[in-house]
C-alpha cells in the first residue's frame, strides 16, 4: 500500500524574497528562510536545508525556519531534503545577505503526531497563545465527551450538569461566550443552556485548539470566552487507505466506547473518509453509591468526499450525531423543601440498582449538518474560500411526569440553521496577509407546543450577517503584530405568548407594545423584533526577548447581542427549584480584554505565564431575584439582567523532559470574578486549580507509565445566594436557610496511566493504554457542578483503551 | 477564471439571501397538561354547611376555615386545573388512577389536629390511604395554618412525616384555619 516517498511528494517553486545589503566581508554570507506547505503555508519542520560540497546545514524549526550563516562562497548549491520527499538542489548566488523560502507541496503520509492547524489560524493568531490537544490526548479521552477532553488544557474547565452533561468553561466563561468550529463552520446548537452539551463528537477530529483573538474574527466577534476550533486530518494526494480504532472498556457505569475511521485517497486527489463512534454506559458510580438514572448512549457517524488539487478543492460533508443522556433521577425535585432534604442528606434520595435503562429525567439530541466546501488559488496565492453549512439540531428534555407523560418530551426543539462563509486571503510581499470575508447566517427555531408544557424557548428566526477583515504583519521571525475588525447586524424575529399578568407587571405593556399582536384569554401574543449591532476589534504583537523566550500581548474587544435564552427564556427548572424569566431590556454585552503571555522553551524544559485581565459592561448574568408564591409553595425566582463584571486570572504551564525519558508537567490556573455593580463575586467561576504529571519512558520506547495528579481548592470567592424557606416542623413554622451557594471542600485526584506500544508507523502509534482514574476513590463534590447538591462525583474506574492505527 | 469564480460567488450569496424572505407562522398556544392551578379543600361536619377554600395560582391568600373544636370534619382535597375557564380539569381523578405514586398529606402549624383516611378514602395496591378524604379532629382552639401537598412518586407510603414520604412535590400550599369551641 505505501508508495515510495519520492512519488508523494515533490518540490515546487523557490522563489526569493527582498535582498538587504550587508558589507561584503567573506565569509559573511547568510541565507534564511522558511520551508512551507504550498497548501496551505503551513510550516514544514524538520527539513534538512544544506550546501552541497560543505558541512554547512540547517534544519527547520517547528515555524519552518532555516538559517545558513558563515557562508564564504559566492555561488553555492542549495539542497533541501525532507525524511519524506526527493531532495531539491537549486544554485543559488550570494551576493548580499539573502532569504529564501521554499514552497513545499508536502503530503504527509502519516497522520501526525502534532497537528499543524489550518495556515490562516496558524499566522493570524500570533499574539494570542494557543492550547491544543495532540492526536495522542484526543486518543486518550476518545471515550468521554469533548469537553472533558478539553477540560486538561489550562485555562479550561468544565461546567458540569450531573456526571454525564458537560461543557467547555474558558476563562471563566461559557454557553453563548465560547464558539465551537468543526470543519470551519460554528457548530449551531442549542449553545446557550447550561445544562446543554456540545452536539458534537472529538473522535471525527484530529485537531483541537482553543483560540482567542484575530483568528477568531472569522467565525464570530461575539465569544469574549475563546473558540473551539476542530479540524479534520490532512488529506494526502496518493493512493492510500488509511484508518484507525480505538476500543474503550469501563468498569465505571460498566460500558464503553467504538470509534473507527477510515479514509481512502488518489493520486489525483479525490478521497473518501468515514467515521462511526459508538458509546454506551449504564449508570454510574459514585464511591458509595449508584447514581441512579445516569447511563447514556451516543451514535455518530460521519463522511466526507471530496476533490483536493493544489489550488483548488471541495468537499462534501455529511455527519449525524445522535445521544440520550440520563440525569440523576434524585435531582429532579419538585420544590424547595425537596432541595433542603436533598441537601440535609449525605447521599442521593433514590438510589436504585444499576442498570442500562435510561428513563425520565433525561435527554436527547440529534444534530446534523451538511456540509459544501470550496476553495481556489489565484496565482498570486491568493485564496478564496466558501463553507456553506446547513444544521439541524433536534433536542427534547423528559422530565418525570404524571399520567404517564414522562414518555413525551417537555421541552421539543429543532433549530435549523444556514451559514454561508466566504473569504479572501492574500499576502504581499511575505510580510503581510489579509483576509477578508462575510459571513451570514439563518436560524430558525421551532418549539414544538405539543409538549403540554409552556414553552421554556419561543418561536424564533434570527438573521445574522457580518464582515470581517484580519491583517498580520510579520517581518521576521521575532516580531509580528496582528489586528482584526468585524460587524455585525443581528435581528431577532421571534414570537412568543406572554402571561398577560406578567406582561404587565415587568412593565413591557408600557415599553413594548408594538410587539404586541394578539390576546388569548390570560395570554397574550407577542412579536418582539429586535436589532443589534456588534462591533469586535482584536491587535496583538507578539516578539522574542532572548534566546527562546517570546512575549505575546493582545487586547480583544467583543460585543454580544443577548441570545434566545437570555431574552425569552420562561421555565421552572426542576433540578434547583428554581423560575428561570428572560428579560427583554437586555442590551448588547460589551467585554474588552487584555492578554499577556511570557514563554520560554530550552532543550528539554518550557515555562509559559498568561495573565489575562477582562471588564465587560452588560454583561448578562442570571441572579436570583425575588421569591414567587407558586403552587409548589415558595420559589426563588431567577432573573438575567445586565451588570459589569471584572475577571482577572493567569494558566501556567511547565515542563520538563530529562533525557527523553522523564517528563514532568505542572499546569495551573486561577480565576477572579467580581459583579463590580452588586460588590459581590460572580456565581460558578472555577476555583483553583493545579494539575502535576510525571511520565516515564522505557528506554526502547516500548511502554510508558504516567502518574497524574489534580488538585482543586475550595472557591472561597462566591455569591451568598442563600435565603430562608418556612417549613413545618412539630406543630410550628420554622424559617430554614436553604444553603445553596457554599462551594464545596477542595479535592486531590489521582490518575495512572499505563502504555504498551504495540506498533509505530512514524509518530503515530497503536498501542494497549490501562487506566485507573480517581484511583484512591476520593469521595468529593464539584463546585462547578450543578448538581453538586445531590450526589458526588464518579468513584474510582479502570479502563482498558485499544488504539489500533493501519 | 476570475469571472467564473464571481459568478459562483454572486449565486452563493443570493442564494444565502432566499433564506431571509421565509415568513413564520404564528405559534400555537401551548395546552398545558401537567398544571395545576386550583387546590380546593372542603369541610363537611353534621348540622354546619360545607366550606370550601379556594387557593388559586391568582389568589395566594385563600380565606379562613372555621372549625369547632372535638369535631370531626369530612375533608375532601382536590386538584384542578383552572386556566382554561371554559375546560375545567380536575387532577384529582389523574392522582387516583396513579395512587401508588401518589401521596396527599397535611402538616399543621400553631394547630393541633389529629386526621386519619376517610371512609371513602381513595387507597393504593398496598392499601395505604392517599388522604384524598380524611376525618380531621381538632384538640384544642386557636389559630394556624395547614400546609397540602401532593407527593409524586413517594418514596415511602407509610411515613407520618413529609420529609419521611420523600419524593417530589407537586403541590404546597397553606390555608389559614381557626378552631373555635
Known sequence: MKLSFSKLCFLLVAFTLGNWFVSGQTCAYSLRGKVIDLHDSTPIYGALVSVEGTDFFSQTDEEGNYLLEGLCYEQIIISVEHPQCISLKREVKLLTQKELNFQLEHHINELEEIILSESQLETQNASVKEARLSKDQISQYSSESI????????????????????????????????????????LRDQEWGADHAPSIDLNAFEGVQVIKGAATLKYGGDTAGGMIVLTPSKKMLQDSLYGATTLNLESNGKGGSFQSKMNRTTSKGLYIGAHLTARRFGDFQAPNYNLSNTGLEEGVFSLKFGKTKVVKGWELNYSRFQNQMGILRASHIGNIQDLLVALNSNEPLRINPFTYVISAPKQEGIHQNLQFSYYTTTKNNAKWQWEYSYQINQRKEYDVRRAGRSDFAALDLKLQSHTLLGSYSW?????????????????DNFSNPNTGVKRLIPDYTKYELGTFFVAVYKPTNLFSWDWGLRLDGLFFDAQKYYDLADWETRGYGLRYSRFEIQNRGNQLLTRPQLFYFNLAAQTGISFAIGAGFETKLAYILSQRAPNASELFSDGLHHSLATIEYGNLDLKKETTHKVLLSFSKAEGGFSASVEPYFSFSKNYIYIAPQGIEQTIRGAFPVWNY??????????????????????????????????DLMEAQPLILIPPFNSFQKIKYTSKKRLWDVEIAHQFVGQQGNYPDFDFTYNTIEMGTIVPKKVEVSAPPKGYNKWDVF????????????????????????????????????????????????????Y | MKTINYTIQTFLLCSSMLFFSCEKEAPEL???????????????????????LRWQMDNVNPETATLKVNTPYTVRVAFLDESDPGDIEDITQEVQEEADVHQVFFEFSDLNIDFS????????????????????????????TVRVYLIHEPTSKTSTSRSGFGGDTDVAVDFPIRIIE
Open chain 1, 641 to 674: 439582567f445586565a451588570t459589569d463584571v471584572l475577571m482577572a486570572g493567569f494558566d501556567s504551564n511547565l515542563e520538563y523532559e530529562i533525557k527523553n525519558q522523564i517528563t514532568l508537567a505542572w499546569s495551573t490556573s486561577y480565576i477572579y470574578g467580581q
Open chain 2, 117 to 144: 383516611s376517610g371512609a371513602s378514602d381513595v387507597r393504593d395496591s398496598q392499601n395505604n390511604p392517599l388522604y384524598l378524604q380524611s376525618i380531621w379532629n381538632a384538640t384544642a382552639t386557636g389559630t394556624g
Open chain 1, 147 to 186: 469537553s472533558e477532553a478539553l477540560s486538561s488544557l489550562s485555562g479550561v474547565s468544565l461546567l458540569q450538569t450531573g456526571n454525564t452533561i458537560s461543557k467547555p468553561i474558558i476563562h471563566g466563561m461559557f454557553g453563548s461566550r465560547v464558539g465551537i468550529v468543526a470543519n470551519g463552520v460554528r
Open chain 1, 754 to 805: 499505563f502504555s504498551i506500544y504495540l506498533s509505530q508507523r512514524g509518530q503515530s502509534k497503536s498501542y494497549v493504554r490501562l487506566v485507573a482514574q480517581n484511583l484512591t476513590n476520593t469521595d468529593y463534590r464539584n463546585y462547578l457542578n450543578r448538581l453538586r447538591f445531590f450526589s458526588s462525583e464518579l468513584g474510582r474506574n479502570f479502563q482498558l483503551q485499544l488504539v489500533l492505527r
Open chain 1, 427 to 443: 499576502e504581499n510581499d511575505f510580510e503581510w496577509k489579509y483576509e477578508w470575508g462575510i459571513n451570514g447566517l439563518f436560524e
Open chain 2, 30 to 52: 401551548v395546552e398545558e397538561q401537567e398544571l395545576i392551578t386550583t387546590v380546593t379543600l372542603e369541610f363537611l361536619t353534621e348540622g354546619e354547611p360545607s366550606q370550601t
